[in-house]
């Protein structure tokens, strides 16, 4: 009869194993701070999901694991929540955004048209932190966030460019425009400069610094659960990058 060695490594691995399995699992969100059991996480998710899919039916949540800590008797997970709207060309739509290629490099200079058909150059804008926003009109998660923009560029406008970039045509923004107040000045009809960049899913907000280098590209000011309600938060996240680029 074969008898079974445990090796020291073999011992380590099984008590490992046994701890883990006896300790209790929590869950956070890395827009969040909040410590939740599995019950909460999972109500969490799926009311974030109802929410999104009142906006639209192609709506996807995915949960991406970001950190795991082991405290005392308890685990606790961390969960990048990535909201994907849907795309202009949902046909061909890549596993991943071709904008993160773009990370510490340049943008390809385009010449677009503002609401008021002026030429904005993407090489004009050198010299000064920019942040490009991607948006369109039937994009809750685009207008929830305008006013927490609105109040970021109040406070930077003498020091950063604030650009809003839609694929619409100007007739449809202008009637958007008169209902809701977006201060960055608006390009419109991009529709080709957005394929471009490989950009499929809204809001999307690029920081790029003064030589043109794009440093970090975000989706929209994420969401907080607070008293039963969910809120968009208050875009200290995005004021910490534009810090950054000053």
Not at 20 to 32: F, L, P, V
Not at 37 to 45: F, L
Not at 150 to 157: A, E, L, Q, V
């Given at each position: 009869m074969k008898k079974l060695i445990l090796t020291p490594m073999i011992l380590l691995l099984l008590i490992s194993?046994?701890?883990?399995?006896?300790?209790?699992?929590?869950?956070?969100?890395?827009?969040?701070g909040e410590i939740l059991?599995?019950?909460?996480?999972?109500?969490?998710?799926l009311k974030l999901s109802n929410k999104f899919k009142a906006i639209s039916d192609n709506v996807k949540i995915t949960e991406i694991l970001i950190d795991s800590i082991i405290s005392n008797d308890s685990?606790?997970?961390?969960?990048?929540?990535?909201?994907?709207?849907?795309?202009?060309n949902q046909e061909s739509k890549p596993e991943k955004e071709k904008i993160y290629n773009y990370l510490n490099k340049e943008l390809p200079n385009q010449?677009?048209?503002?609401?008021?058909n002026k030429e904005v150059s993407l090489n004009n804008l050198v010299g000064k932190p920019t942040v490009l926003n991607f948006w369109f009109t039937a994009c809750k998660p685009c207008i929830?966030?305008?006013?927490?923009?609105?109040?970021?560029?109040?406070?930077?406008?003498?020091k950063v460019n604030f650009i809003s970039i839609t694929y619409e045509k100007k007739e449809d923004v202008e009637?958007?425009?008169?209902?809701?107040?977006?201060?960055?000045?608006?390009?419109?009809?991009?529709?080709?400069f957005i394929d471009q960049l490989g950009?499929?899913?809204f809001p999307k907000n690029i920081f790029i610094d003064k030589n043109g280098i794009v440093k970090n590209i975000e989706n929209g000011i994420p969401y907080i659960?607070?008293?039963?309600?969910?809120?968009?938060?208050?875009?200290?996240?995005?004021?910490?990058?534009?810090?950054?680029l000053l």
């Open positions: 194993c046994k701890k883990e399995n006896t300790m209790t699992t929590y869950y956070k969100t890395s827009d969040s059991n599995k019950t909460e996480y999972d109500e969490y998710v685990i606790i997970k961390t969960y990048n929540l990535d909201m994907n709207f849907g795309s202009l010449i677009l048209y503002t609401i008021d929830d966030e305008m006013p927490i923009l609105n109040k970021i560029m109040k406070k930077y406008s003498d009637l958007f425009l008169k209902n809701h107040q977006f201060d960055f000045l608006t390009i419109v009809g991009a529709d080709k950009i499929q899913s659960f607070e008293d039963g309600k969910m809120e968009i938060g208050n875009g200290e996240g995005f004021e910490k990058f534009i810090e950054k």
